[in-house]
T-cell receptor
């Protein structure tokens, strides 16, 4: 079983749709959580951190459920420019060394 | 803004050559990482370093070595390049978090082809 699992997709949605991605992690030592976005043939870029209380950044909402060991990302009012691969990232312990990247969920937003 | 700079965007080398990939960060980060990314395999950690002259193997260190002589610079070395090392190589850095982990920031990547 992978330490961080994501639905690979692809998710194909029309502009304006709401789309949700889930990510599960298996290691109870997981301390910090992030969502990254990666465009085709580009480097991953930090989208947002994920906090236990849930957090929002414009059209993006991230949530963490420690009891069930999953993280979610909700994108409202999808734009064409949201088309990308979304990576779920977990850091174990402290220090920032042990970082585990999910394989990513591919999103296509169509006009 | 964090800036992680990789020396080349595209590189073509021949089998058996010794290849150097350089990475420099300007944020005084303690941690630096080298990954490779291949279609369908996601990001795989090759080596990381948490301090000058310190290095730790990642998940796929075979065929690679690293060097960190200065805090801002982390070099990846392919001792004798082989065709199965053709890949996208990504460098990242992050600050050491004693109480909270900080996210990694990536360079633009180097697309390396070994012929």
């Amino acid at each position: 079983r992978k330490e961080v699992e994501q639905d690979p997709g692809p998710f194909n949605v029309p502009e304006g749709a709401t789309v949700a991605f889930n990510c599960t992690y298996s290691n109870s030592a997981s301390q910090s959580f992030f969502w990254y976005r990666q465009d085709c043939r580009k480097e991953p870029k930090l989208l947002m951190s994920v906090y236990s209380s849930g957090n929002e950044d414009g059209r993006f909402t991230a949530q963490l459920n420690r009891a069930s060991q999953y993280i979610s990302l909700l994108i409202r009012d999808s734009k064409l420019s949201d088309s990308a691969t979304y990576l779920c990232v977990v850091i174990l312990g402290t220090g920032g060394f042990k970082t585990i990247f999910g394989a990513g969920t591919r999103l296509f937003v169509k006009a | 803004d964090v800036k992680v700079t990789q020396s080349s965007r595209y590189l073509v080398k021949r089998t058996g050559e010794k290849v150097f990939l350089e990475c420099v960060q300007d944020m005084d980060h303690e941690n630096m990482f080298w990954y490779r990314q291949d279609p369908g395999l996601g990001l795989r950690l090759i080596y990381f370093s948490y301090d000058v002259k310190m290095k730790e193997k990642g998940d796929i260190p075979e065929g690679y070595s690293v060097s960190r002589e200065k805090k801002e610079r982390f070099s990846l070395i392919l001792e004798s390049a082989s065709t199965n090392q053709t890949s996208m190589y990504l460098c990242a850095s992050s600050t050491y978090g004693q109480n909270s982990n900080q996210p990694q920031h990536f360079g633009d990547g180097t697309r390396l082809s070994i012929l």
